[in-house]
């Protein structure tokens, strides 16, 4: 069984930079995806982020592309989220997340594990 754990939660004002680590643990990843997810109030959970754990491909959503980047760290079983260039409308709660398979999927309902989630502020 996968679990996932989450850095804390960060503040900054708009243009600041941040990151997000999430660590799993139970087994070594392999041929897995591993993505970012985030949920502003009252809004649904949307794709940020996602890494194919065995070959490092990234993909992002459209909204991030250019500032945010996901990479991971085989040995530590970790993935890491950079934020930069940060808006206001990148509040939210954002979560980890991990499924087995190379497929890359947009759709939160394909990740079977979760982080606790982390909360993200950018000031205005």
């Known amino acids: 069984q996968v679990q996932l754990v989450q850095s804390g939660g960060v503040l900054v004002p708009a243009g600041d930079s941040a990151g997000l680590a999430c660590v799993a643990s139970g087994r070594t990843l392999s041929s897995d995806v591993m993505g970012w997810f985030r949920q502003a109030p009252g809004k649904e959970r949307e794709f940020v982020a996602a890494?194919?754990?065995?070959?490092?491909?990234?993909y992002y959503a459209d909204s991030v592309k250019g500032r945010f980047t996901i990479s991971r760290d085989n040995a530590r079983n970790t993935m890491y989220l950079q934020m930069t260039s940060l808006k206001p409308e990148d509040t939210g709660v954002y979560y980890c997340?991990?499924?087995?398979?190379?497929?890359?999927?947009?759709?939160?309902?394909?990740?079977?594990?979760w982080g606790q989630g982390s909360q993200v502020t950018v000031s205005s």
């Open positions: 890494i194919t754990w065995s070959s490092g491909s990234t």
């Open positions: 997340a991990f499924k087995i398979g190379n497929e890359i999927y947009y759709d939160s309902s394909a990740y079977t594990k």
